[in-house]
């Protein structure tokens, strides 16, 4: 198992950056898939970013392609997502979710393909 703390969440205005942690307990973290999920309000959660776990490849939402970059630092157990450009539409609570047994064939992009999912930090852009 593994356990999921997202933090680096706030408030700042269109046009700025945030760089979001997702922290992770145990030794095998380097062993998971993660990805970077969000849900604003009255809307379903929606797929980020992602990184896979052996190759490190990157998969994005389109609405943040260029603006958005995840990485992986395995030895600290945590993987970023750096946001910038940000946009009001930007607003929501983010999650980031792991596992280990994602398919090959997936885009990373299926929240049911997840096991284990943090709390969730807020981020807020204002207009």
């Known amino acids: 198992q593994v356990q999921l703390v997202e933090s680096g969440g706030g408030l700042v205005q269109a046009g700025g950056s945030l760089r979001l942690s997702c922290a992770a307990s145990g030794r095998t973290f380097r062993s998971y898939d993660v990805g970077w999920f969000r849900q604003a309000p009255g809307k379903e959660r929606e797929f980020v970013s992602g990184v896979r776990r052996n190759s490190g490849s990157t998969g994005y939402a389109d609405s943040v392609k260029g603006r958005f970059t995840i990485s992986r630092d395995n030895a600290k157990n945590t993987v970023y997502l750096q946001m910038n450009s940000l946009k009001p539409e930007d607003t929501a609570v983010y999650y980031c979710?792991?596992?280990?047994?994602?398919?090959?064939?997936?885009?990373?992009?299926?929240?049911?393909?997840?096991?284990?999912w943090g709390q969730g930090t807020q981020v807020t852009v204002s207009s």
């Open positions: 979710a792991a596992d280990r047994f994602l398919p090959a064939s997936s885009n990373m992009g299926s929240e049911n393909e997840y096991a284990y």
